[in-house]
């Protein structure tokens, strides 16, 4: 059964404090992988896809990373705005028109 | 663009009563998405569709139906609301892309069933 499995479940950092979000996946062949980024009351908002063990992208502090397994999002010198909670979602190869997700990381980020 | 826009925002249903959730997007994506959210677990797929006319049952369809008459709107219909529904729900839409579709999401609604 395709599964991911993100953790922490919570993550608290000072402001600086640099760190990374694990997602681990099982699925049968990946399509690809994306992060979304959710505030509270807000719908999931895309930051990245990554398709290929070794592919890499980044955007202001963040960078994500994929290997066979798992996927790492780096936090670079975070700040309080990047305080959300961060979700991971695979798409299986034969599965394309689907989404499956992980139960994500709540990041607070304190001044 | 308004992206993907939902409504209600909010709406308190008694157990039994009907609603029918909108979602319409304006970016001519052939393919949308009904999710449900609640504390602690994914996001679960509940129907989507790749195109007008066309539906297909998620992960978890019971309660629930769909109809996409035009590319643009794509309602989620409750019927005989119970407590068990009480979530928030999003859309999302996405266009074919060899494979490559990324998904965009509407900001959601939430639903307490009373």
């Known amino acids: 059964e395709d599964q991911v499995t993100q953790s922490p479940e919570a993550l608290r950092l000072q402001e600086g404090e640099s760190s990374s979000l694990n997602c681990s996946y099982t699925?049968?062949?990946?399509?690809?992988l994306f992060w979304y980024r959710q505030d509270p009351g807000k719908g999931p908002e895309f930051l990245f896809t990554l398709y290929s063990a070794g592919e890499e992208k980044e955007k202001e502090r963040l960078k994500a990373t994929l290997t066979k397994k798992e996927s790492f999002l780096h936090i670079t010198a975070p700040k309080p705005e990047d305080s959300a909670t961060y979700l991971c979602?695979?798409?299986?190869?034969?599965?394309?028109?689907?989404?499956?997700f992980g139960t994500g990381t709540r990041l607070q980020v304190f001044p | 663009n308004a992206g993907v826009t939902q409504t209600p925002k909010f709406r308190i249903l008694k157990i039994g009563q009907s609603m029918t959730l909108q979602c319409a997007q304006d970016?001519?994506?052939?393919?949308m998405y009904w999710y449900r959210q609640d504390p602690g677990m994914g996001l679960k797929l509940i129907y989507y569709s790749v195109g007008a006319g066309i539906t297909d049952k998620g992960e978890v369809p019971n309660g629930y139906n769909v109809s996409r008459s035009t590319t643009e709107d794509f309602p989620l219909r409750l019927e005989l609301a119970a407590p068990s529904q009480t979530s928030v729900y999003f859309c999302a839409s996405s266009t074919p892309s060899g494979g490559r579709e990324t998904q965009y999401f509407g900001p959601g609604t939430r639903l307490l069933v009373l």
């Open positions: 970016m001519n994506h052939n393919y």
């Open positions: 979602a695979v798409q299986a190869v034969g599965n394309t028109d689907k989404l499956i």
């Open positions: 699925v049968s062949g990946l399509r690809g």
